[in-house]
Nanobody
């Protein structure tokens, strides 16, 4: 069983950088056929895909967030991280990390529990 868990501050000030880390157990983030994604859900809205880092370290981002988003990984710790720059209150959301099945678009077979991040001064 693959498990993912988000960690990071729950409160971020406007204009600062939101940083979250996803710790993966039960599977390696370098294993072929999977990607490692960040997805968020603002209050009252649907899920929004933010980006992904693949098993070989390639990154892809949502066009609407690309200019502010960076996903990286630490293979020695089996972790991947999200940075979202210049946050505003509209970035308040529950943030999830999830494993993407490479061969099936929009298929996420494992999810973290989600972590609430509030942008507030």
């Amino acid at each position: 069983q693959v498990q993912l868990q988000e960690s990071g501050p729950g409160l971020v000030k406007p204009s600062q950088t939101l940083s979250l880390t996803c710790t993966v157990s039960g599977g390696s983030i370098t294993t072929s056929d999977y990607g490692w994604s960040w997805i968020r859900q603002p209050p009252g809205k649907g899920l929004e895909w933010m980006g992904v880092i693949t098993y070989d370290g390639s990154t892809y981002y949502s066009p609407s967030l690309k200019s502010r988003t960076s996903i990286s990984r630490d293979t020695s710790k089996n972790q991947f991280s999200l940075q979202l720059n210049s946050v505003t209150p509209e970035d308040t959301a529950v943030y999830y990390c999830a494993r993407a099945v490479h061969s099936i678009p929009n298929r996420y077979d494992y999810w973290g529990q989600g972590t609430q991040v509030t942008v507030f001064s």
